[in-house]
C-alpha cells in the first residue's frame, strides 16, 4: 500500500526556520519526483518545490527561491523542505506529492509564520 506522510508543520516566527519532511512508502524504487505543494483558501494549489530523486535536479516557485530549500533524505522516497525566513504569505498547508507513473497526495501539514 503507497503511503505519503507529511510532518514538521506548525507555528514558526517570521525570519525563522523550519522543515518539512515527507515520507512515501509502499513503492519499490525511487518515484519520478518528490513536490511540496501549499494552497491557501480560496487559492489555487501551487508547487512550491520539486526534486527528482535520482538525478538530485530541484525546481522551485519564484516566491521561495532563495528561502526554502528541498533535499532527499536517506530513504529511497524522503524528502524535506527546510522553510528559512519564512513570511506570513507562506501561511496555509503544505502538502506532499510522490509523482511517478500515479500521483499520491498527502494530507497536508499547516504552517502558520506569525510573530
Known sequence: EVKVVESGGG??????????????SGFSNSVL????????PGKERELVARIFPVSGTTNYADSVKGRFTITRGNGRNTTYLEMNNPKPEDTTVYICCAMNTIDYWGQGTKVTVSS
Open 11 to 24: 507555528l514558526v516566527h517570521p525570519g525563522g526556520s523550519l522543515r518539512l519532511s515527507c515520507e512515501a
Open 33 to 40: 519526483s518528490m513536490n511540496w505543494f501549499r494552497q491557501a
